[in-house]
């Protein structure tokens, strides 16, 4: 990814997970990746292909009540994960370095 387009890229990074953060507009498209979307009104992140079956605004505020995710952003994927989104590094060469490093065996 070129460098310029690095500066605007911030990353969450879990074990066998990469959630990469930037205006639509920046994120490349590619075969087999999932994007997430925001639900209007809320901090909630969830895969393009999902929706939720009652309003996102109720499950935000059931999720935050329940203690469930910390303040800030999260990205809900599935049932039983959730990302907190609030710590996302800046895409420097080397955050991306110690992520390729994580993900190998």
């Known amino acids: 990814m070129p ?4 500066r605007h890229l911030r990353v969450v990074a879990l074990p066998g997970l990469l959630i990469a ?14 994007y997430l979307g ?4 809320t901090g909630m ?8 079956s009652i309003a996102a605004e ?3 505020r059931a999720m935050r009540r329940t203690g469930q995710i910390p303040d800030g952003p999260f990205a809900l994927l ?10 996302a590094a800046p895409a420097t060469p080397h ?7 994580r993900s190998e065996p």
């Open 3 to 6: 460098e310029v387009d690095q």
């Open 21 to 34: 953060l930037a205006d639509e507009a920046l994120l490349p498209w590619v075969d087999g990746v999932e």
């Open 38 to 41: 925001v639900e209007p009104g």
């Open 45 to 52: 992140w969830v895969p393009t292909t999902q929706t939720t």
């Open 58 to 60: 109720l499950v935000e």
């Open 78 to 87: 599935g049932l039983t994960t959730v990302v907190p989104l609030g710590r």
């Open 95 to 101: 955050a991306l370095d110690r992520v390729r490093e």
